[in-house]
């Protein structure tokens, strides 16, 4: 029995934690949905994780506080990608709820993980089940049961497992996307695999991965399936701090904001309720803030954001130098990201102040892109994930730095090219973010890739290295003939009569072999005007775009 943990315990967990799950990276990567050549879950978890074992071993804290705290602040920098972020929400929650604690006891740790999934919920409007939220929310819940029964740490976390192993079992039946590529969810098991080697480390055992068998019997490896796409149907990005003055509820404003708008966060503290939030009508919103305190920065007026701890930043620890914040030169600045020494001149060419290389298989990590922001001369910085697996950490380095950020969710390097036409460097930062944001409903987006290995979907029997055509991240179609699978890209991008078509082609393919696809696109769509531009881009052979 184990009746308390201190500040090293914790250390080791943690490290222990970072070692095995990048031991097991490529399985839970194996679950990812898409057969595409994606590094995805598995390794974006691990290199989340990975930054706060790095910080830790530099580190000799002498309470949970201090442990938790450095944790947290490095998952936070580190996040890369949905899951990472999601991982870092989860030990923040954690952090903050083992405050000013040299050590914890069984009750307060189960506090700290339900805590924990608490941080998370609030921070991601409308999570959908069967994810690593439901993973973590049940297992949170079983530990507070168990340790109202005894103060025993080992057999708290045990019971985490147990009942989290059930829900992970059922994530298949839960999430209509799992239930077609008949797996289970990727990020709660790796979110297992941590609290099972955190477990390991404190009984000093060696620790291997756990089998978690669903009830349709789930395969160990997807097949394939889709994300859909978030519509975007609000033109104001929103974002500003509250002096908390009263003890309403910040539920309250997150049930009023589910009303207005989407992409919504509220995080709160005892001292502030920082808030993101897209919607129609930013009068409404602020008028609503004001009944819980004062408006310390509001982003639609144009101000400049003050420095905030609120995401859980930390300033530089002693020896190293702290990050430099460029002073503005100009109102409005652009950063981006995209892989590929033809997007990068391009979108330089464009007007881009900074360039993060990343993309498929590259997610940048929170601090990666706070970086650059923090680089640019500029007052406010528009971001450009260009990718739905680097929106969410972009958006967590809104109120990270001085300076104001605003992020547009394109998905694809087509809606960042659009984003960039549709910026006015000497516009007012509302009308250029609702600008863009409408530019980039306007375009079309197929790529072409190849299978990463064997699989069957709707219909479609794929082998690995068979070409796999995506629309909007959809499969279009899938086969081993080239030419067929470019006459059906052709005849779905006609269907939407465009006026331009652009060919970018990757770093495996040659100026005219691109050229080839764009005759063949030609002869279909003769009133289209069709280019050929070198992108350089790896893992797709092509990036198409039509508007």
Known sequence: MIEFI???????????AAVTLDAFKEEINDLNVFPVPDGDTGSNMSMTIGNAMTELQ???PDSVTKTADIAASALLRGAR????????????GFAKAVKDKKTINAAELAAAFHEGVGTAYKAVMKPAEGTILTVSRLAADAACKAAEEENDIERVIEHMLEVG??????????????KKAGVIDAGGKGYLIIIEAMLASLQGKEFAAPEVKAVQEPKDKADFSDFDTEDIKFAYCTEFIIGRENDKDPQLLREFLDKLGDSIVVVDD????????????????????LTYGHLVTVKIENMKLQHTEVMGMQDAAPGEEKETVAEPEKAIGVVVVCAGDGLEAMFKDLGADGVISGGQTMNPSTEDILKEINRTPAETVFVLPNNKNIVLAAGQCVGMSEKNVVVIPTHTIPQGVSAMLALDPEGEV????????EAIGTVHTVTLTYAARNSNFDGFEIAEGDYLAMIENKLLTAGAELAAVEKEIGDTLAGFDPELVSVYYGEDVTEE????LADVLQDIMPDAEVTVIPGGQPVYYYIISAE
């Open 165 to 178: 192993g059930e829900a992970l079992a059922d994530t298949v039946n839960q999430n209509p996307v799992l």
């Open 270 to 289: 005892e001292e502030i309720i920082k808030v993101h939030v897209h919607n129609n009508c930013p009068g409404v919103v602020i008028t609503e803030a």
């Open 430 to 437: 509302a009308a250029n973010e609702e600008a863009m944001n």
């Open 513 to 516: 072999q691109a050229q080839e």
């Open 6 to 16: 201190d500040g090293l315990a914790l250390k080791k967990m943690f490290i222990a």
């Open 58 to 60: 530099k580190a000799e």
């Open 81 to 92: 990608g949905n899951s990472g972020v999601i991982l870092s929400l989860l030990f923040r």
